[in-house]
């Protein structure tokens, strides 16, 4: 079936290094990807998005590309802030109800 | 802002209570989600919605039901609730969004303690 992969966290880093957070999929037919992110005691904020081959989803410096050959969507920053801190969710949607499939989240903790 | 609304935002209970959640949308969307939210196990879905009185069950089903008799609302019911059910809920809205691809939205989340 379909699934996500995402790198284990926790990541730490200090204020204005670059951020990777990589992301996997296996999935069936042509899905679309998502990076959600969570910061503490809040609920789940669509960060990015990407919606076929090659797309390049992008936002608050932010940014990922939909590439089908690795069918990866790894998600970077080139310089991170304190504010960036938070849980990071890559997700794939599929199938004909395009229910959400999840990984399992990725904690990042940027340090001033 | 989606214009999703949880209610209660936190619940203390007891093991073999029932539990209503409530979610609220002020958008009209067809689609509703609950979701549960425990460390180790990222989101999973509980049950979904498609329209009024139209639901299917999710992943984790079991001890949950919903239901949904208007459009604004999707409401999660734990017939009596466990301490496996502690947990943080989130409801979420599908939205038609840029690009053509319909994105979820989601509310803001309610803890839940089942003691």
């Known amino acids: 079936g379909d699934s996500v992969t995402q790198m284990e966290g926790p990541v730490t880093l200090s204020e204005e290094a670059f951020l990777t957070i990589n992301c996997t999929y296996t999935a069936t037919g042509y899905p679309s990807l998502f990076w959600y992110v969570q910061y503490p005691g809040e609920g789940l904020q669509l960060l990015l998005k990407a919606t076929k081959a090659d797309d390049k989803g992008s936002n608050k410096g932010f940014e990922a590309t939909y590439r089908k050959e690795t069918t990866s969507f790894h998600l970077e920053k080139g310089s991170v802030q304190v504010s960036d801190s938070a849980v990071y969710f890559c997700?794939?949607?599929?199938?004909?109800?395009?229910?959400?499939?999840w990984g399992l989240g990725t904690s990042l903790a940027v340090n001033p | 802002d989606a214009g999703i609304t949880q209610s209660p935002r936190h619940k203390v209970t007891e093991t073999g209570t029932p539990v209503t959640l409530r979610c609220h949308q002020t958008e009209n969307h067809r689609y509703m989600y609950w979701y549960r939210q425990d460390p180790g196990h990222g989101l999973r879905l509980i049950h979904y919605?498609?329209?009024?009185?139209?639901?299917d069950k999710g992943e984790v089903s079991d001890g949950y039901s919903v239901s949904r008799s208007k459009t604004e609302d999707f409401l999660l019911t734990l017939e009596s609730a466990t301490s496996s059910q502690t947990s943080v809920y989130f409801c979420?809205?599908?939205?038609?969004?840029?690009?053509?691809?319909?994105?979820?939205?989601f509310g803001p989340g309610t803890r839940l303690l089942v003691l």
């Open positions: 997700a794939l949607s599929a199938g004909n109800n395009r229910k959400l499939i």
């Open positions: 919605s498609y329209g009024v009185k139209d639901t």
């Open positions: 979420a809205i599908r939205s038609p969004a840029s690009g053509g691809e319909e994105t979820q939205y």
